[in-house]
């Protein structure tokens, strides 16, 4: 089975930085694909940022230049950095674990930005 629990998350003024973690436990399969997705009040979940285990990266548009997603394959680990955050990036942040066939999900950390 596995796991994924995120760390982070919290209240931050428009223009600040937050950053997240998540660790991933279990068996897990390569290839895979890391990231996260988002989900704010009466809105879709969308994908924010992905890395696959060759370090290729997507990005939404809307964060491009101010957020950057990392990890550390040896410690099945990913990282989201926020920088510039805007009210509007305020949502739900879920961790993804996509080993193609099959798809986990963290718990989600609530992220708000406001001033």
């Known amino acids: 089975q596995v796991q994924l629990v995120e760390y982070g998350g919290g209240l931050v003024q428009p223009g600040g930085s937050l950053g997240l973690s998540c660790a991933a436990s279990g068996s897990i399969f390569r290839p895979n694909a890391m990231g996260w997705y988002r989900q704010a009040p009466g809105k879709q979940r969308e994908l924010v940022a992905t890395m696959n285990n060759n370090y290729r990266t997507n990005y939404h548009d809307s964060v491009k230049g101010r957020f950057t997603i990392s990890r550390d394959n040896a410690k099945n680990m990913v990282f989201l950095q926020m920088n510039s955050l805007k009210p509007e990036d305020t949502a739900v942040y879920y961790c993804?674990?996509?080993?193609?066939?099959?798809?986990?999900w963290g718990q989600g950390t609530q992220v708000t930005v406001s001033s």
């Open positions: 993804n674990l996509d080993e193609t066939r099959r798809i986990y």
